[in-house]
């Protein structure tokens, strides 16, 4: 599709195990973002990659939480260790970083749940 | 970050004019104002953006105060379709980050 792309679509683990959740981007778009809305809550900012440059990985909650992006396209968001209060859903988004017009397009996201 | 307040939740009937409101006092010169929208276990979409002008677009319009610290989201006819949490952003050049506050929940009534 031409959509962002996010699986897996739900995920339950066990506390203390390791979870690795994908985001597929619109092809061509050069910005990326991950967020997390825990149950009731508003988008809490994550991390975001522009391009080659350096991520801004200034809402990562805790060193558990790890993302990469390869290639400039595909990016996996990783939480080790996984801990009850990680439950909640983890929404990607791309854009095509224009000066300041950043139409962002949000995946469907993953719904984790850590029992 | 420049924050946005946004009323929690308001409501509506179908087929009238919804009016969404948002305060961003400390909107810089160059934040673009933007709005998102998030359906009912989906992601956030995007919904309209502007700087100063008042701007329109197939989904709704958005009226920006003279001294831009204030918005609002204007719907024209809301549908049930239109149900969601309606989310004010200022996008800082340079930031590259969205900063979601809780946004307004629209409830609209049949």
């Known amino acids: 599709g031409a959509g962002v792309s996010q699986s897996p679509s739900n995920k339950v683990t066990e506390k203390g195990k390791d979870v690795e959740l994908r985001c597929d981007p619109i092809?061509?778009?050069?910005?990326l973002y991950w967020y997390r809305q825990s149950l009731g809550q508003g988008l809490e900012f994550l991390i975001y990659?522009?391009?080659?440059?350096?991520?801004?990985k200034s809402g990562l909650p805790s060193d558990r939480f790890s993302a990469e992006r390869t290639g400039g396209s595909v990016s996996t968001l990783t939480i080790q260790r996984t801990q009850q209060e990680d439950s909640a859903v983890y929404l990607c988004?791309?854009?095509?970083?224009?000066?300041?017009?950043?139409?962002?397009?949000f995946g469907q996201g993953t719904r984790l749940t850590v029992v | 970050d420049a924050k946005t307040t946004q009323p929690n939740s308001m409501e509506s009937n179908e087929e009238e004019p919804v009016h969404l409101p948002c305060n961003h006092s400390?909107?810089?010169?160059?934040?673009?104002i933007h709005w998102y929208r998030q359906l009912p276990s989906q992601g956030p979409e995007y919904v309209i953006h502007?700087?100063?002008s008042n701007v329109n677009n197939r989904m709704a319009s958005l009226a920006i105060a003279e001294d831009r610290k204030s918005s609002t989201l204007i719907l024209h006819r809301a549908t049930l379709r239109d149900a969601a949490v309606y989310y004010c952003?200022?996008?800082?050049?340079?930031?590259?980050?969205?900063?979601f506050g809780t946004g307004t929940r629209l409830k609209v009534l049949a």
């Open positions: 988004a791309s854009s095509f970083r224009q000066g300041a017009r950043t139409e962002a397009f």
């Open positions: 092809s061509g778009h050069t910005a």
């Open positions: 990659f522009q391009g080659n440059s350096a991520p801004d």
């Open positions: 400390t909107i810089s010169g160059t934040d673009y």
């Open positions: 502007g700087l100063t």
């Open positions: 952003i200022l996008d800082r050049p340079g930031t590259y980050k969205y900063i």
